[in-house]
């Protein structure tokens, strides 16, 4: 069993930052894929950012280059940073690792971007 829980979310203005913080329960070392999801109310959730044990690093298209994910081995913590938020950057943020093909899933954080 594996928990994650995220923290560093809330309400930012549009142009604003923020980093999100996930600590995972076990050493991270190895862990296959680690990564950001987001669910924005009426739609699915959908892939923001993930890094493989290799260090390779996948993002959505439509971030255009805003977020940057990375981690911390000894914090056993992954992160993601937001730069030039948009309002539709609101979402629920969902931290996932995947071990032994199996997913796990933080309980979420809210960010909300509005003036």
């Known amino acids: 069993q594996v928990q994650l829980v995220e923290s560093g979310g809330g309400l930012v203005q549009p142009g604003g930052s923020l980093r999100l913080s996930c600590v995972v329960s076990?050493?991270?070392?190895?862990?296959?894929?680690l990564g950001w999801y987001r669910q924005a109310p009426g739609k699915q959730r959908e892939l923001v950012a993930t890094i493989t044990a290799g260090g390779s690093t996948t993002y959505a298209d439509s971030l255009m280059g805003r977020f940057t994910i990375s981690r911390d081995f000894l914090k056993n913590t992954i992160y993601l940073r937001m730069n030039s938020l948009k309002p539709e950057d609101t979402a629920v943020y969902y931290c996932?690792?995947?071990?032994?093909?199996?997913?796990?899933w933080g309980q979420g954080i809210q960010v909300t971007v509005s003036s």
């Open positions: 996932n690792a995947v071990v032994l093909k199996i997913d796990y």
């Open positions: 076990r050493n991270i070392f190895g862990i296959n894929v």
